[in-house]
């Protein structure tokens, strides 16, 4: 038992190096101190080492220790989910002059936040290929494998409770990850790594193309912004069903 014990405190040891190995020590533009550690790097998601998905992990600055871990993705499709650090839930915002500003309002105030480049081919994240393809099952089926592969290298996470949030066209990929891990933590495969989700957020979600833009128009006519008829027109002519709900 004691040989046990000490080859799993040899290995956890191991893993922590890994995590410092990846450790942010200066961002380019940024002349203070940020009080947190930040961790970058790429995890290979596909069959050989050239399909890699980018990820950015800072930890909270209340209590990285029990404070939930967070996964940001925005959408698009392809947008990169570095638009979300620099430019709405991230530490940081670019000023004017291009330095780093300190964002008071990140969420990393009181959650470790992960930020990830998805699909493969988006923003630093890299496909393998010159005109690659994809899709919502395969950009599912990658970052489930990231997620496995990144508790992996930062193994005191797993205890943590899991959230996935993200804004626009994430409304398909975080419900789509968000049942590809329940039916995993689910089925009985005691050598799959168990992860700790709680649930989801979608700002301004992307889902579904009849209830998304015949919901708009449901909201600017509860808002008094177009009148009776033109409510009632839209209605009646605009086919909400297609992808873009014009009219037929």
């Known amino acids: 038992m004691l040989l046990i014990r000490t080859l ?9 190096s890994q995590c410092e190995s990846k450790l942010i020590t200066s961002l380019p533009g940024l002349d203070s101190e940020v009080g947190f550690k930040q961790y970058s790097d790429y995890i290979t998601v596909g069959d050989t080492n050239e399909k ?18 967070v996964l940001w993705l925005n959408g698009g499709p392809g947008c990169s989910s570095m638009s979300g650090v620099l430019g709405e839930i991230g530490p940081f915002y670019v000023r004017p002059n291009i330095t ?23 923003g630093f994240s890299k496909s393998g290929v010159h005109n690659c ?11 489930f494998t990231f997620l496995i592969k990144f508790f992996e290298s930062f193994p005191h996470l797993k205890s943590h409770d899991f959230w996935i949030t993200g804004e626009s066209y994430a409304g398909h990929y975080i419900p789509n990850l968000a049942q590809w891990i329940v ?12 992860i700790k989700l709680k649930g989801f957020l979608i700002g301004n979600p992307l889902t579904n193309a009849y209830v998304d833009t015949g919901g708009y128009v449901d909201f600017v006519f509860s808002h008094q ?24």
């Open 52 to 69: 890699r998905l980018f990820y950015w992990y800072m930890e909270s600055q209340s209590d990285p220790a029990t404070d939930p871990l």
């Open 100 to 122: 780093l500003g300190i964002n008071k309002y990140s969420w990393n105030r009181v959650v470790n936040l992960l930020f990830v480049d998805s699909p493969a081919g988006i």
């Open 133 to 143: 393809s994809t899709g919502d099952v395969q950009t599912t089926r990658d970052l």
């Open 225 to 248: 912004l177009i009148s009776n008829q033109t409510y009632h027109e839209l209605l009646k002519h605009c086919n909400f069903s297609s992808s873009s709900g014009t009219a037929q």
């Open 8 to 16: 799993q405190f040899a290995a956890f040891l191991v893993l922590c």
């Open 183 to 194: 039916q995993h933590n689910t089925a009985k495969d005691f050598s799959f790594q168990h």
